[in-house]
Structure formats: C-alpha cells, structure tokens
C-alpha cells in the first residue's frame, strides 16, 4: 500500500475544513456574485454584500452626485446601485424613475423594482450604460438594498455593454 493515498486524503480533508463544501442550491459565500463570466467587469470586482451598517456597500442603492451625460459639469444626487469596487473606489449605475419605453436607451436600462431609495416607492430602472466610480466619501446616504435577482440581471446588462 502506497503512502500517497493517506496523505491524499489528509490533503483533502483539510481542504474542506479550510474551504467548507457548499450544498447544492445553497446561495454563494458572501462577496461573490453568480455571474456566466466572471467576477471582474471593466475592472471592477463585481460583488453582492449589502450590510446596512451605514457604509456604502455593494448590492446596495446610494444617494451620490452623478454628472449629466451631456454636460458632465452639471449633475444632480440621485440613487446609485453600487455593483462593486475598483481599487479604492466603489462603482456603480444610476437609478432612474423614469419609465424607459419610450425613450433612445430603452435597450440599456434594467428594471429594479422599487425600494426605499425613493419615498414614493416609483419603479425604477438601472442605467446599465454607466458604469461610475466614486470615493466612498462622494457618497452621501444609504437608501437600502437590492434583492440579488434584480442586482444579477444589473450585472448581466452591464458586463454586456462594458465587457
């Protein structure tokens, strides 16, 4: 008998101490994101970790000042879903209540649903078109967090338009 198998199988049994099997169907570890191709998109590391704890979290809408598309001097507070972080910097798409149907970048907005980012619980869409970044310090309030289902059909828009 071989010496190779006992250590083998000490091998593996650390390794599952050290990195616990998941159960099938069991959500993933905090911090990952269940997305077809991988966790990073135009270098952001693409998360799901809300923690209303007043930090600005991914998975979580933020009020941040964001620059108009067509004058990026101006710009207004408005609700940020955060998907991730870059670096030191959290990234994220704007919210918007305005019903895209009829509008150019229908093809771009995502439905969220509504939350406690707008007092009077208007539907809202994800500008997946714009991907922006922001210190922690540009972020003004917590407005509370998004189920996983819609922040995954964020996430798939977004890594589709930006790669």
Known sequence: MSERGPIRRLASAAGRLVRP?????????????????????????????????????????????????????????????????????????????????????????????TGGWDRERRPSWADADRLLRFHPDEIRREGSSIDRDHFDQVVVRVRHLHG
């Open 21 to 113: 099997a998941r159960r099938r169907g069991a959500p993933p570890e905090r911090g990952t994101v269940a997305t077809p191709a991988g966790p990073t998109i135009d270098g952001v590391a693409i998360s799901y970790e809300p923690m209303q704890d007043g930090d600005p979290d991914p998975g979580e809408v933020v009020w941040a000042w964001v620059p108009y598309e067509d004058d990026p001097n101006q710009g207004k507070d408005r609700p940020v879903l955060i998907l991730g972080r870059d670096g030191d910097r959290l990234a994220g798409v704007p919210l918007s209540s305005k019903d895209p149907r009829h509008r150019h970048d229908a093809g771009t907005r995502v439905p969220v649903g």
